[in-house]
């Protein structure tokens, strides 16, 4: 579709409870950069801490929000990798081509063009995209029209539907990229506690290496969803014996190869870090405001010889390996059961008060409707 409407529209959330569509000038772009016509912006955060108590990230306010998204390219500089029409995964952030981070196919999360404590707050990540096109809209994602830098989109194949590609955002690609980085391969054995988006993504990819799947959870509804995925052995980790009934599930009952946790909180870390066989690996993938979690080095690290790891984002170098696990069909049936809610945009308060009630998976926008 061509861009016609000289407008743009985004979602703010004014006060905690309370969101308002307005609409602001069509964004303007420089060399380097394509406007997006977005069609899904998968929720994070925004329908938990910013929705109940507007708690942001140093990257949003409430005028600004969302950071995943597809859509369809629709305009373009001369010169430029991209044609209008083409379909594009947007990765979240700038790329400036020079740090540590974009020299070495990281995620653009870590590139220090997003870093707040660099480059200031205004200048970082979806602002500073806004402030190098001198343009009054279109940084973020739930908006109608999106700047994205072209080093950050990658487009999609013909045969692989939005819904799907969507989740190589805050879902599958956090667990699939941990997972490409720490190798995780056929016969290891996941454990994952607190069981959100992040901790499903890190499911669907640990299927996806024939890896051996546990879990430990509470909530029911959830517990539904990671039986609709197959996952067959869920603890409950408040049994006595639930350490017992998880190394009996491992080779030798030495623990598990590697822990997730996804909930943020110390009841599960604590948890998961005892769950881990030596040599093994600890990944935190969740974060709750205020949380702080025990570490002992000699305890937790040394002794055990344990890596502890956790990253936001998908890396570059796995961008591929990440398109082509969502062309699985398995993969893609998965993920019809994590994403259990779509809206459109227009009835966004909806979607956000769904996922604080935690009764549910992902949640996509449709940010055309
Ligand atoms: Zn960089
Ligand atoms: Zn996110």
């Known amino acids: ?29 420089n060399s380097g950069y394509v406007i997006v016509q977005t069609e899904i912006a998968p929720i994070c955060l925004e329908g938990t801490r910013i929705w109940t108590e507007h708690d942001f ?14 859509g369809t390219v629709v305009e373009v500089n001369p010169g430029s990798n991209f044609v209008v029409g083409d379909r594009v995964i947007v990765f979240q952030g700038d790329h400036c081509g020079h740090c540590h981070a974009c020299t070495n196919g990281m995620s653009p999360t870590y590139c220090d063009s997003n870093d707040p404590e ?25 908006e109608r029209f999106r700047i994205a830098p072209e080093a950050n989109l990658m487009r999609i194949p013909d045969e692989l539907e939005f819904r799907y590609a969507a989740a190589a955002n805050c879902s599958l690609r956090v ?64 049994d006595s014996d639930w350490l017992e009934q998880v190394k009996a599930l491992t080779y030798r009952e030495q623990g598990v190869d590697l822990a997730v946790d996804g909930s943020g909180v ?36 040394m002794d055990p010889a344990r890596t502890i790891f956790g990253q936001h984002d998908v890396r570059v170098r796995d961008r ?45 926008l449709w940010t055309q409707q």
Do not use: W
């Open 1 to 29: 579709m061509i861009a016609t409407a000289q407008v743009n529209v985004a979602l703010t959330i004014p006060k905690p409870g309370a969101f308002e569509l307005v609409e602001r000038p069509y964004p303007q772009i």
């Open 118 to 142: 660099l480059v200031g707050a205004k200048k970082a990540a979806m602002r500073g995209i806004e402030l190098k096109n001198n343009s009054a809209s279109g940084g973020f994602a739930m």
């Open 175 to 238: 667990g699939f990229s941990y997972q490409e980085a720490m190798d995780i391969k056929a016969g290891d054995t996941v454990l994952v506690g607190g069981v959100g988006f992040i901790a499903m993504g890190h499911i669907i990819s640990a299927f996806y290496r024939n890896a051996t799947v546990i879990a430990l959870a509470r909530n029911e509804y959830r517990i539904a969803l990671l039986r609709q995925m197959g996952v067959e052995h869920i603890i409950n980790p408040d």
């Open 57 to 70: 990230e140093f990257h949003d306010d409430p005028d600004h929000l969302g950071h995943e998204g597809v």
């Open 320 to 364: 591929q390996r990440l398109v082509r696990a969502l062309m699985d069909g398995d993969v893609q049936r998965r993920i019809d059961v994590m994403v259990t809610h779509e809206f459109p945009m227009s009835r966004a308060g909806e979607a956000f008060e769904l996922q604080a009630s935690k009764a549910c998976g992902k949640i996509y």
């Open 266 to 301: 110390s009841y599960y870390q604590q948890k998961l870090m005892q769950a881990v066989r030596k040599y093994g690996q600890m990944n935190f993938s969740g974060h709750t405001p205020g949380s702080h979690v025990h570490l002992n080095p000699l305890h937790h690290v």
